[in-house]
């Protein structure tokens, strides 16, 4: 069964833009989280989604926002880029909520 | 959320098991022990997972002691592959505010040839 997938795989922006990534869940997997993975902070958690609702969110400003679709994937928006955006950008997929989470290979974000 | 507390650093040499420890004093009745691990610039891999008994995977062993305030992952035959940052984390997953994976600073595994 092929994991989790996530594109793009880097991208670089410059500050005031806005960014999309998106992630592909493993096939069957209800639920999608995303994480936020820097030197600094660690890996903190953004958002989870299910039945194209999110259902929990993490610690951070609305300019972080994300979507789940009726296919179970799901992408996550970040406007008016900031330079302490870049960092790596994990998506995590579930059966269900609740469930063990399969992490994505990353989008490695780079602000400038 | 219970914290969890790691060693920052321990080796082990190829072949032996690997040992790591955690302790979660205050893990509450319906809080599930995670471990995850990360290997260099990529997605944190899910190991296993447990409440109160002991757990075993093709992966690796889960000992949680009896009053549930420490546990221990064992890879029975250490490779040079097991290199990673291993993450011991506490999870409820009946409460939306405490489901999400909280990562910690984890333990730096490295295997030695």
């Known amino acids: 069964k092929a994991g989790v997938t996530q594109t793009p795989r880097y991208l670089i922006k410059t500050r005031g833009q806005q960014v999309t990534l998106s992630c592909s869940p493993i096939s069957g997997h209800r639920s999608v989280s995303w994480y936020q993975q820097t030197p600094g902070q660690g890996l903190q958690f953004l958002f989870e989604?299910?039945?194209?609702?999110?259902?929990n969110k993490g610690n951070f400003p609305g300019r972080f926002s994300g979507r789940q679709f009726s296919n179970s994937r799901s992408e996550m928006n970040v406007s008016t880029l900031e330079l302490g955006d870049s960092a790596l950008y994990l998506c995590?997929?579930?059966?269900?909520?609740?469930?063990?989470?399969?992490f994505g290979p990353g989008t490695r974000l780079t602000v400038t | 959320d219970a914290k969890t507390t790691q060693p920052p650093s321990m080796d082990c040499a190829e072949g032996r098991a690997a040992n790591l420890p955690c302790n979660h004093s205050t893990i509450s009745g319906n809080e599930y022990v995670y471990w995850y691990r990360q290997i260099h610039s990529q997605g944190p891999q899910y190991i296993i997972h447990g409440l109160k008994n002991n757990e075993t995977n093709e992966m690796a062993s889960l000992i949680i002691t009896e009053d549930r305030k420490s546990s221990t992952l064992i890879l029975p035959h250490a490779t040079l592959r097991d290199t990673a940052v291993y993450y011991c984390?506490?999870?409820?997953?009946?409460?939306?505010?405490?489901?999400?994976?909280?990562f910690g600073s984890g333990t730096r595994l490295q295997v030695q040839p």
């Open positions: 984390i506490v999870r409820s997953i009946l409460d939306t505010g405490r489901r999400a994976l909280t």
């Open positions: 995590a997929s579930s059966v269900e909520m609740g469930y063990e989470q399969y």
């Open positions: 989604y299910f039945s194209e609702t999110q259902r």
